[in-house]
């Protein structure tokens, strides 16, 4: 296995290889571009379905199926930004999503293989740039292109996830080599590359515990996250969003799930690696439909690692503890990084809608209770470390 056989490196993981300041769309999307570049403005005017119903569409059926995957996944990030604003940027969520933002947006989802809304590649994967090119992909070094209504706690919600996803890299290309090493019976080079991947959990873990620093809990939950909700078990939406002049769907409404960082592969990547596994229940069921909100490429990585990793049984029988010790602070870490999960869905959606009348502080937007079934999967992470 190599990362590039599925669009990915050492040096970006999952991120684009490409930064989204570097692509121009064509001229059929200047009104398009310009009202995604101007979105605060527009949401900030309390209207901006108003402004939103008066944008042309741009028929790009035809685009959509032969440009360059950079354009169409630039694209998806200005669309779905707009859609989701359509949808939650006014007091009251719309039945209807109006065909010249519809048609656009499925035509693109169609090529990328994605549901038509907002998704964690368009959000985070796709939508950063570095302010200086020769430099590295580093917090002082990057920015969050497209916006909702914009500010520091928003840029660095997303900034934070873009610098764990690059410096995951390594993860990746670890555990791709894992798989071959494994294969090959070398208990050296299967001990240093996991030695590797434990520094690069530690670097971002590092990251991850930034978060607090510019991105404010209550802001977060009022400000950032009522923007990225989607149309399944939603009470504001009643079975979903229709997408008008969309034939295939009939006229009937589309119950699509939210953009979530648990739609980062990062994890379930690692759980595929390390063979861990998590009994059923409502978050695992949720999980594995998230799985399809993915891009399609790094679906396929998770599914080619799960399928081929034998690493787990080659640490069990080595009898080298070295090997097993190194194995285990991998597991462990992913434990922890599910335990810092838990930590901010606490203070960043759990503490803040307890706050508010008549919201369920354990039950999350989806209708599941996450913070039960976080404790769940952290805890069953921890178990399956090797003896």
Request: charged share 25%; aromatic share 10%; with cysteine.
């Amino acid at each position: 296995m190599e990362l590039k056989d599925y669009g990915m490196s050492r040096e970006r993981g999952y991120l684009s290889h490409y930064e989204i300041d570097t692509i121009t769309l064509p001229a059929q999307f200047d009104a398009v571009v310009e009202a995604a570049g101007n979105l605060s403005g527009l949401l900030s005017s309390c209207r901006v379905r108003h402004w939103l119903d008066q944008l042309p569409d741009p028929d790009i059926a035809d685009w959509a199926r032969e440009a360059a995957e950079e354009e169409v996944r630039t694209a998806m990030v200005h669309y779905s930004f707009l859609v989701q604003s359509y949808v939650w940027g006014e007091a009251q969520a719309p039945a209807h999503l109006p065909a010249n933002l519809a048609r656009p947006m499925v035509a693109i989802s169609d090529r990328l293989g994605q549901a038509p809304l907002l998704p964690y590649s368009g959000y985070v994967l796709d939508n950063w740039a570095r302010l200086d090119k020769s430099g590295p992909i580093t917090l002082d070094n990057i920015y969050m292109y497209q916006n909702f209504v914009g500010g520091d706690d928003e840029n660095w919600f997303v900034m934070i996830h873009v610098a764990i996803e690059a410096e995951a890299g390594v993860l990746l290309d670890n555990a791709a080599k894992l798989v071959t090493v494994a294969k090959q019976g070398d208990a050296a080079e299967a001990e240093r590359l996991l030695v590797e991947m434990d520094q690069a959990w530690e670097r971002m873990y590092g990251h991850f515990a930034r978060m607090g620093e510019r991105c404010d809990p209550y802001i977060y939950f009022h400000r950032v996250r009522p923007y990225i909700h989607g149309w399944a078990n939603n009470p504001a939406l009643d079975g979903g969003l229709i997408y008008e002049g969309i034939e295939k769907f009939g006229g009937k409404p589309q119950a699509l799930r939210g953009q979530t960082g648990s739609q980062s592969s990062i994890v379930p990547a690692m759980d595929a690696l390390f063979q861990v596994r998590h009994s059923e229940d409502p978050l695992k069921s949720f999980l594995d439909e998230l799985h399809h909100y993915r891009p399609v490429q790094h679906r396929r990585f998770i599914e080619d690692i799960a399928a081929q990793s034998t690493l787990r049984t080659f640490v069990e029988a080595s009898g080298k503890q070295s090997l097993k010790d190194a194995f285990n602070a991998c597991v462990q870490q992913a434990a922890r990084f599910r335990t810092r999960h838990l930590e901010y869905a606490a203070s960043y959606i759990n503490k803040q809608m307890s706050s508010e009348a008549g919201n369920d502080p354990d039950v999350g937007t989806g209708g599941t209770p996450f913070m039960k079934y976080l404790k769940k999967h952290r805890d069953e992470n921890r178990e399956q470390v090797v003896g």
